[in-house]
């Protein structure tokens, strides 16, 4: 036991939300990739506070066969942590990132375990088409990747998602930015190493419902942007630099109307009106430099966990196997 706890080769860290409807056709393609793999691997499944029946099957599945391994949060984290919660538990050379929805084939997993083989310490899984999403949703995906790219000083993959294989020393870099607003694709695509990829075409929703909303993808993007980018900080100083410009044109207009005796001129209205728009550009500059540091520096200091593990299943039998081994060298 001791032997097979030290040798696993390859972790999967696969998130659930709500899957109940789609994990038996996953289940049953996992087990064929595992099968097929030329070393031990684990399929660990972090469970973001599930509502459904997605936890029985998972825990269950996790006691009786010894490839899965189950961490069941306290309640619903988002997405990036769950991630997050089961990297730290990975215990593999390779690990293997990949949504539980089915739109990440598992069938790629071994094309990206080609490319490691390879000598690549990062192997990006990119999109050459996004099957089942509306265009709307396509067209701001293709927006994002490249604004981001364009605002960030880290070169991150465009239409690359989470779906992605790190080495274990990629894992070890990765576990010593303890960021609490976590966007974990540009987290390691900022360490640098060896990088990759491999193409795939994302298919559409095996069953239910998108995770990602609306609202949830703006706040990923926003995290990406405060993240990996000084833009944001930088049109709050154009912005407020702008209005403030105009308000000083404007107060030039008003003095030339006054030096002219312009009948439209309203007394006291015009002065007013120029103190207010300048003090408003003024306060847009300092608001957005304030406001935006602060907030970010607020979530950090307070140095909250990044998850609560609330239950844990397979895990039992790494610890067993490891107990013994501890002792021997304590002796």
């Known amino acids: 036991m001791a032997a097979n706890f030290q040798s696993i080769r390859y972790s999967l860290v696969i998130p659930v939300f709500n899957e109940e409807a789609v994990l038996p056709v996953l289940l049953r393609r996992l087990d064929l990739v595992l099968s097929r793999l030329d070393g031990p691997a684990e399929a660990i499944f972090v469970d973001d506070g599930s509502s459904d029946s997605s936890s029985i099957v998972l825990q269950a599945l996790a006691t009786r066969d010894p490839r899965f391994r189950y961490i069941g949060l306290s309640r619903n984290f988002g997405h990036q942590i769950a991630i997050t919660a089961g990297m730290d538990a990975a215990q593999g050379e390779a690990i293997i990132v990949m949504d ?5 084939p598992p069938e790629v997993i071994e094309q990206l375990i080609a490319k490691w083989q390879e ?13 089942g999403e509306s265009r709307f949703k396509r067209a701001t995906a293709h927006l994002f990747y490249r604004l981001l790219g364009r605002m960030s000083s880290v070169g991150i993959p465009a239409d690359v998602g989470d779906f992605r294989l790190i080495d274990r020393k990629v894992l070890d870099a990765l576990r010593e930015m303890p960021e609490q607003d976590r966007f974990v ?7 640098g190493f060896r990088q990759a990829e491999v193409t795939f ?51 030039g207009w008003v003095i030339l109307l006054w030096l002219s005796n312009d009948s439209h001129l309203v007394t006291g209205w015009s002065s007013t009106m120029v103190v207010v728009s300048l003090l408003c550009g003024m306060n847009m500059l300092m608001t957005g430099i304030v406001g935006l540091y602060v907030g970010r520096i607020h979530a950090e200091v307070k140095r909250r966990p990044l998850y609560v593990v609330q239950t844990r ?15 021997a060298v304590n002796e």
């Open 119 to 131: 000598g690549n310490d990062i192997v990006h899984a990119r999109r050459l088409s996004r099957d």
């Open 185 to 191: 694709r540009g987290m390691i695509a900022w360490l």
């Open 201 to 251: 075409h994302r298919l559409e929703r095996a069953a239910g419902e998108t995770k990602y909303p609306l609202f949830k993808m703006v706040r990923l993007a926003t995290n990406a942007a405060l993240g990996f980018s000084d833009l944001p900080l930088r049109l709050a100083i154009w912005c407020g630099l702008t209005v403030s410009g105009l308000a000083l044109l404007y107060g």
């Open 313 to 327: 299943a397979g895990f039992e039998r790494n610890e067993a196997a490891a107990a013994p081994a501890v002792h």
């Open 100 to 104: 539980a929805d089915l739109q990440d």
